[in-house]
């Protein structure tokens, strides 16, 4: 043999060797081995989702409502500011980005003057002033509208994350294609598919709300509830730190399993008693370790809140973790300019009071407001539990606060919900046909190539072995097409060799030795096999950019198999031949192909 | 030396059928393939009362929601299309599903993807005039059908609106406040379609009917719309890119011949899907796209062999070079494309779902793609290179006017191998 054939030899035994290596944690992911091995090999093929079960959701973001919404808080802005010279005026938003003014008296137009409108040049241009009927026509600014589109989607990723983590699903992927988003669940439980979706689809809303403590209304309240039922009425005080006010309150309260009583029990408050227009009873589950006296059950807990939203979680700009005096974890957050504004008026005109956070209807917490809020805030979480509890509890309520409220509806496009049992038949199909195919292919090619038959199964095999590798090596996910993609692979891998062996043997009819006819046949095919990969790949790669979900799983499998497939029907095989015909001490007058 | 080898051989060496002096028969069963494929889609969409789609569009193009129901006891399609039909799930299309011929699984395709059809919606509207004492100002339903919008003038208890939506037939998971409270505005989640169906089901064939619905997809019909639109775009830079590779490889004159064949492929094998009203599904257009580069193969081995040849025996006539080639080369045409045929014919006999439509658009791609780069590349081939020469003597004979002509010629050489 000649020394590069053991180079050769030395090369490919170690690829071999490292693609076993990578398929062992898919193929034995129980084997007990020494742990340095977990630390090296521990990526492992995955199934798609239409093989392990799970869900496949694409949302659009209804843009058109984040911008409305958006031209609508302006008009309120605007409006508030006008009113604020003392003029009379109504102002409407018409189609998606449009604002009619309309004064009550045309004189009064005036005051809509460069210093009302100053705070708002960035976003509104004046489009018309109509002194005769007093109407100005303002316009959003177009830079603007892109701007909250594109906001608005990088938003929508950003919630939908916060909360897809929340599942504990293992692998969730959320990504943007065009102004699409894609999640994929592998793995989620088909019962669960229902609550999964609604979660991801609200349109959750961060909202701050003063409780509106030591009312007259809750007294009266209380006094209704029936004694000895699942109810109970609690009071409760606490003193303004820098007052000294006292505060009292009285709640209602019932254990977790009997929220619906409760709940039966505001929705039966009618009449003199129903609940105020402007007001709100809103519940907060409390976990025991909340409450110093030790109830051992978690429960419910009312608020009588202020109803008006004073600020929403739209301008919020940073939540973070951040430990208090007593090293105790808290939510610290920033808000924007505007919101900041609004939390000031709101904070300053209620402290001592509480003030409830609200996050999709649930009070996460209600502390009280210990002094004016203004662009910084903390969130301090009560009780005196276990401190990592407590710590997950902030982290949890950092990420609500950062994912915050979808900026718009998402309407939901596409949808693929597969059981797992459906993945487990399908599986089982996938081995049967590729079994099949494999086993033809094989048989053929002994039949008809004998010897270079043997060596281009061989082949074929490596194949195999090397492309799953590398698919565990990229933790690819394995889906039903991409089984079609294997299987395909087979009957591609051994078209190479085809090609080349029908060259070795026009070669061989023109006379020439084994020897030289095997060199020529693979060095003259190897273009024609060439070309033909590479415009395969082209295909695969086409299909790649176009596709998405399992049509994805389909190209990766071919175009990884077509590398490999390259590597071993040419070099690998080309090397194999060379044992055949330069055996030592013996020339070579037949080859068995 | 050595002996003279006998091989196994399926087509004998020394073959030589006269593949292009019978060309003009060959494309005239192309043509009439592919102009079979241009009447057929018509046809399907206006002609067969059964059918009404140019294609048996999967849910990914048309939109519209596909469930698998498993049954816990043996059911008929009519039973079942009949189930859902009295729930106002009209046109319900409905086939058997899996291998297994039990009626225990179907496969249930519908044109909507929310419960909500334009009719319930308008009853809906109707129905929510007035919930207690607040009174509907604007009703929007989402497109992509899953959820509706309620702008009411009073506020409302989210509780009140559902029980609204119960009795008017609408049925909703999740209603909440949406928007500044002020607003006054509603977001209600509605169940979805297999819940839907689920119940439709279970109300007419027998409580626990279903046993499960293990699959279920919707796709909103403008995305569908949006992905037929992306899959010929694909389907032609896929193409493009190809040309391009092989005319840089080759030389220009065997572009053109392997676009035309390229193209056959794709609309002959949609030909098959057309009279055959398979389901066209993103998985068909995926095979399509594998085709179109599996074909490829078989024409570069022709091409490959015709270049070597035209350069080998540069006195023959360009025709008979080609025909030589051909021949040549028939038997690892024929044998690569008979693996690649038997292997996705296992998985179209033994498959499931997708992988099934997979495997009979490349069983049929294999074929019409081995058979195109021998009767449509080729020949495309021998009228272009008759062109090119006939334009390089006109070029020639009037030497003094193009004072380039001799280095293009050289250059021209050069490439030529």
């Known amino acids: 043999m000649e020394r590069s054939w053991w180079w050769k030899a030395a090369l490919y035994g170690a690829a071999i060797v490292l693609a076993v290596l990578y398929l062992v944690p898919t193929v034995a992911p129980n084997a007990e ?123 929508a990723i950003e919630t939908i994350r916060g909360r897809v983590d929340k599942f504990g699903v293992a692998e969730p992927t959320i990504i943007k294609k065009g102004t699409d988003i894609v999640v994929e669940l592998p793995g989620a439980k088909a019962a669960e598919f229902e609550r999964i979706k609604s979660i991801i689809g609200r349109t959750a809303q961060l909202e701050f709300k003063i409780v509106d403590d030591g009312s007259e209304y809750m007294k009266k309240v209380a006094a209704l509830v029936p004694k000895d039922g699942p109810i109970s009425v609690v009071p409760e005080s606490w003193t303004e730190k820098h007052s000294g006010t006292q505060h009292e309150d009285v709640y209602l ?38 409450v110093t006296e030790g109830t051992p059950d978690r429960y419910y807990r009312t608020y009588y809140l202020k109803k008006r939203a004073g600020v929403t979680g739209e301008y919020l700009a940073m939540a973070d973790e951040s430990w208090d005096e007593m090293g105790r974890p808290e939510v610290a957050f920033t808000m924007n300019r505007q919101g900041a504004n609004m939390m000031e008026k709101l904070t300053g005109e209620n402290v001592g009071r509480k003030m409830a956070v609200i996050l999709d209807d649930k009070i996460t917490s209600a502390p009280v407001i210990e002094s004016k809020i203004g662009e910084r805030g903390r969130i301090t979480m009560g009780g005196y539990g276990d401190p990592f509890k407590l710590q997950q509890e902030v982290k949890d309520l950092v990420g609500v606060l950062r994912s915050g409220a979808l ?187 | 030396m050595a002996e003279q080898q006998k091989f196994f051989e399926v087509i004998k060496s020394g073959t030589d059928v ?70 106002g799930l009209h046109n319900a299309d409905v086939v058997k599903y899996g291998s297994v011929n039990t009626n225990l699984s179907f496969m249930i395709r519908l044109g909507a993807v929310s419960i909500l059809s334009d009719e319930q919606a308008k009853h809906v509207e109707t129905a929510l005039a007035r919930v207690g004492d607040a009174s509907l100002r604007k ?91 992306d899959g010929v775009r694909a389907l032609l830079g896929a193409i493009l890119l190809i040309v391009i590779y092989v005319a840089f490889r080759f030389d220009f004159r065997y572009g053109p011949g392997t676009i035309v064949a390229l193209l056959h492929d794709a609309i002959i094998t949609v030909g098959a899907f057309a009279v055959t009203y ?62 690649v045929f038997f292997v996705t014919l296992a998985m179209n006999i033994f498959g499931i779902g997708v992988i099934r439509d997979f495997a009979f658009a490349m069983n049929v791609g294999v074929i019409v793609g081995t058979y195109s780069s021998i009767f449509i590349a080729s020949p495309i081939l021998i009228w272009l290179n008759d062109k090119y020469l006939a334009l390089q003597k006109r070029q020639s004979a009037r030497p003094e006017r193009n004072v380039r002509k001799p280095i293009r010629r050289d250059e021209e050489e050069a490439t030529e191998p």
């Open chain 1, 33 to 155: 081995l020494p742990s340095f091995f977990h630390n090296y090999f521990n990526k492992r093929i995955q199934l798609g989702l239409d093989l392990k079960g799970g869900l496949h959701l694409v949302y659009e973001v209804n843009i058109e409502k984040a911008v409305a919404g958006k031209v609508d808080r302006l008009a309120n802005d605007v409006e508030d500011a006008v009113k604020k010279k003392g003029a009379d005026v109504t102002v409407t938003r018409s189609g998606r980005d449009d604002i009619t003014l309309t004064f009550k008296l045309p004189a009064e137009m005036a005051k809509l003057d460069d210093e009302v409108l100053k705070p708002f040049r960035r976003e509104l241009d004046v489009v018309s002033r109509d002194p005769a009927n007093g109407t100005v026509k303002l316009k959003y600014d177009a830079d603007r509208v892109a701007e909250v589109e594109e906001l608005a989607l990088r938003q």
């Open chain 1, 253 to 290: 309260r019932a254990k977790e399993k009997d929220r619906d009583a409760l709940n039966k029990f505001i929705a039966g408050l009618t009449g003199d008693l129903a609940v105020p227009n402007d007001r709100e009873i809103a519940l907060e589950l409390m976990s025991p370790r909340e």
């Open chain 1, 407 to 593: 900026p718009a509806p998402l309407k939901k496009s596409f949808e693929t919900q597969v059981g797992a049992t459906m993945g487990q038949d399908a599986i089982d199909k996938a081995k049967v046909s590729m079994g099949i195919g494999a086993l033809a292919v094989i048989l053929f090619m002994l039949i008809y190539y004998r010897v270079a038959g043997f060596i281009a199964n061989l082949a074929m095999t490596l194949n195999m072995l090397f492309m799953i590798a590398i698919l565990a090596a990229f933790e690819a996910s394995l889906t039903l097409p991409g089984i079609a993609g294997l299987v395909l692979t087979i009957g591609m891998a051994v078209d190479s060799n085809i090609i080349i062996y029908e060259r070795i043997r026009e070669e061989l009819r023109l006379g020439k030795s084994p020897r030289t006819a095997v060199d020529a046949g693979f060095q003259r095919a190897f273009w024609t096999v060439f070309d033909a990969h590479v415009t395969n790949f082209v295909a695969g790669i086409v299909l790649y950019s176009y596709g998405s979900g399992p049509i994805r799983g389909f190209a990766v499998t071919l175009l990884v198999g077509i590398i490999t497939n390259l590597l071993t029907s040419v070099w690998i095989s080309h090397w194999m031949f060379d044992i055949l015909v330069n055996r030592r001490g013996t020339v070579r007058t037949t080859l068995s192909i």
């Open chain 2, 18 to 87: 006269d593949f292009i002096g019978t060309k003009k028969y060959w494309i005239g069963v192309s043509i009439f393939l592919v102009l079979l494929t241009f009447v057929m889609l018509p046809i399907n969409a206006f002609v067969l009362k059964d059918r009404g789609h140019v294609l048996n569009w999967g849910v990914d193009f048309k939109g519209g929601t596909e469930l698998v129901v498993e049954f816990s006891k043996p059911v008929q399609a009519s039973q079942v299309r009949a189930a859902l039909s009295a729930a």
């Open chain 2, 139 to 229: 009703f929007e339903s989402s497109e992509g059908g899953d959820k509706i919008y309620l702008r009411f003038d009073k506020n409302l208890e989210p509780k009140a609106i559902a029980a609204a939506l119960q009795t008017a037939g609408t049925e909703s998971t999740d209603v909440q406040p949406f928007g500044p409270t002020q607003d006054s505005t509603y977001e209600v989640t509605l169940i979805g379609m297999d819940s839907m169906v689920r119940k439709a089901l279970d109300a007419k064939l027998g409580a626990g009917t279903v046993k499960e619905i293990p699959q279920v997809s919707s796709v909103g019909a403008k995305a569908g719309k949006q992905l037929q639109v």
């Open chain 2, 278 to 339: 398979r389901e066209f599904s993103l998985t068909t257009l995926a095979a399509i796209l594998t085709i179109i580069g599996f074909s490829m193969n078989d024409t570069i081995v022709v091409f490959d062999r015709i270049r070597e040849n035209a350069a080998k025996y540069r006195d023959r006539k360009f025709d008979k070079v080609v025909n030589h080639a051909i021949n040549e080369t028939l038997s690892r045409t024929i044998l690569t494309s008979a693996t």
